[in-house]
């Protein structure tokens, strides 16, 4: 039986209408499960946080390779559903939880001696605010693979000439690679967008010795209008003459009329150092 056939019995049987502004679309291409798994890394010893499991294929593999799985559902009925197959089927392995991740403190995956990594099919509507809860959280995982709409996919991987606040703020606090894309034609019900498996390694946050509230905050002024070149927001914002703004950036190694897309991490950085 292919995972569609499995996908519409599973639905069927339990009368499951898919729900649009919950991201439930289901994924129905086994290779694309199998590539995440293998993007994911994962060890034997380890623990992971899988968000939107929705109706557990990929859990079950997450639950083959590693030693205990998290599986945060927000749908009571897709919850209990997936309660009654791994009870059924004498997996002992996984936690379901049926609460909202956005909810739910990052100090409860807090593991003794051990890392927890994160692997999820986000539901496109809470992706920023997701990627800043872990990104920025004490108890922050080794390592998120995620399922994103390709686009901001894209946006989060982007080089100099194409940034964005999101790449800088993902590329601040981890390595980023784009695994495979994933054809909208791989999910049932097909949703609007194409898709991409997204790989983040976070760096290891002792090394960073940077006040991240200033240096973000500067970040945003630069990208405040996307029409105008960088000195023009700084000095709107910063309340600071622009011929001050020019200097600066000519002292860092850039031109006075470079724009905020323009900038590597390492620009930003260097910039901050005289707003300080």
């Excluded at 070149?229 to 470079?258: F, H, P, R, Y």
Aim: proline share 3%; net charge neutral.
């Amino acid at each position: 039986m292919s995972l569609l056939e499995k996908t519409l019995k599973i639905c069927q049987e339990n009368n499951i209408k898919p729900v649009r502004s919950r991201g439930q679309n289901f994924l129905i291409q086994e290779n694309v499960y199998d590539e995440i798994v293998e993007a994911a890394d994962i060890k034997s010893d380890d623990v992971i946080l899988e968000v939107g499991p929705g109706l557990g294929f990929l859990t079950e593999k997450l639950a083959e390779k590693a030693e205990r799985v998290i599986a945060v559902e927000l749908d009571d009925k897709l919850a209990n559903i997936l309660k009654f197959r791994l009870k059924k089927e004498g997996i002992d392995n996984i936690e379901v939880v049926n609460e909202n991740i956005l909810d739910i403190s990052d100090s409860r995956f807090k593991t003794e001696g051990s890392v927890y990594k994160i692997v999820a099919n986000l539901p496109y509507n809470i992706t920023s605010v997701f990627l800043r809860k872990f990104l920025e959280a004490d108890n922050r995982p080794e390592s998120m693979t995620l399922m994103l709409q390709k686009e901001v996919a894209e946006r989060i991987v982007a080089k100099p000439g194409k940034m964005s606040l999101l790449a800088i703020s993902v590329q601040h606090y981890a390595k980023v690679e784009i695994v495979q894309n994933v054809s909208r034609e791989d999910f049932w019900p097909s949703p609007e967008v194409d898709s991409a498996v997204i790989k983040i390694s976070l760096k290891n946050k002792k090394v960073e010795t940077i006040d991240e509230k200033g240096f973000f905050r500067i970040v945003k002024f630069g990208f405040s209008s996307k029409r105008k070149m960088l000195k023009n927001n700084l000095s709107a914002c910063l309340k600071i003459d622009q011929e001050k703004v020019e200097n600066i950036l000519v002292k860092v190694g850039l031109k006075k009329t470079v724009r905020a897309q323009e900038l590597s991490l390492e620009n930003w950085k260097d910039l901050f150092i005289f707003f300080i």
